[in-house]
T-cell receptor, first 115, second 111 residues
């Protein structure tokens, strides 16, 4: 398996523009998680899905952020409009089950810079 | 909410042992994990320990769990330059689907 695949690896955009981050989880993994990593706040859970259904979006910072999972093999995280404070590394992770030794498998991340 | 705490930095000489410590608050933890993040990469699961164990060894890695004190440690024997990374302590419970991560310990290897 190719692992969790995220695209793009790097994104530079201007303030006010829409940004879409993409994730392909590992086949057979029923759980998908979106995280944001910054030096100041560390790793923050934004939202997670189980069987394509959003379960907990309490970590989404504000209405500018939205996430979808239209099918088991694809998810998007959208920021509209983007702001400089959204600059961070965004990770997608997937897992076949939770509360187990599997833990999560992380993608390589998307480094977002908003100027 | 539940919390995981770890020191932010550790410097160790090449060839010495590294010990990274972590404390957590969740009394219902079932699994505890150590993840490694190399520059420009995602987090990679290094090892895990089930909450009814107190030690697990895997080659150069030794995990110690003191459940009474809610203290977890990761010992890396014969530390090498390739061990330079950020190490995250994390825990999960049967209460929900989430893994709670610490802020990570940056391990720096001195020549």
């Amino acid at each position: 398996d190719a692992g969790v695949i995220q695209s793009p690896r790097h994104e530079v955009t201007e303030m006010g523009q829409e940004v879409t981050l993409r994730c392909k989880p590992i086949s057979g993994h029923d759980y998908l998680f979106w995280y944001r990593q910054t030096m100041m706040r560390g790793l923050e859970l934004l939202i997670y899905f189980n069987n394509n259904v959003p379960i907990d979006d309490s970590g989404m910072p504000e209405d500018r952020f939205s996430a979808k999972m239209p099918n088991a093999s694809f998810s998007t995280l959208k920021i509209q409009p983007s702001e400089p404070r959204d600059s961070a590394v965004y990770f997608c992770a997937s897992s076949p089950q939770t509360g187990s030794f599997y833990g999560y498998t992380f993608g390589s991340g998307t480094r977002l810079t908003v100027v | 909410g539940e919390d995981v705490e770890q020191s932010l930095f550790l410097s160790v000489r090449e060839g010495d042992s590294s010990v990274i410590n972590c404390t957590y608050t969740d009394s219902s933890s079932t699994y505890l994990y150590w993840y490694k993040q190399e520059p420009g990469a995602g987090l990679q699961l290094l090892t895990y320990i089930f909450s009814n164990m107190d030690m697990k060894q895997d080659q150069r890695l030794t995990v110690l769990l003191n459940k009474k004190d809610k203290h977890l440690s990761l010992r890396i024997a014969d530390t090498q330059t390739g061990d330079s990374a950020i190490y995250f302590c994390a825990e999960s419970s049967n209460r929900d689907d989430k893994i709670i991560f610490g802020k990570g310990t940056r391990l720096h290897i001195l020549p």
